[in-house]
C-alpha cells in the first residue's frame, strides 16, 4: 500500500485485526495482518486487506481487485499511467470511453488487479 500511496499521494490508514473487535473471531497468529488498509487521496479512495482465508491457497493476483473510481478522466489517466509502470500485458485495458464511462484494467507489476470507472473523457 505504500507504493500505491506513492502513486496516488495522500493518506494512509492502516488497522491490525488484533486491533479490532473482530480479534476473536481470528487465531491469534493472523492478529498482526491488516483487515483494513485505506487510502484517500483527492476523489480517489481504495480500500484493501490482507489474505485471511484458510479455505484456499493464496495466490497472487487471485485474491483481490481494486477498483479505482473518480470523476475526472486527467486524474485517472496519471494513476492509471503510473500503475502501468511494469505492468503485466495479460488483460490490459487502457482507459477508453464506454458507454457508462471511462473503463480501464491492468495487473501491475506486484500481480494485483486494477479496475478503473470515471466519468467519459469528453
Known sequence: MTFYKNCLGGELSLVKTGDTPMKAQFPPEK???IINAQLKSGAIEISATDWHSD???PKQGNMMNIFIIGEAYDELRSVFDKLADGASKD???DLKDMPFGTFGQLTD???VN???KGDKKQ
Do not use: P, S
Request: positive net charge.
Open 31 to 33: 492478529h498482526h495482518l
Open 91 to 93: 488483460f490490459f485495458v
Open 109 to 111: 507489476r506486484f500481480g
Open 55 to 57: 479455505i484456499r491457497e
Open 114 to 116: 486494477w479496475i478503473f
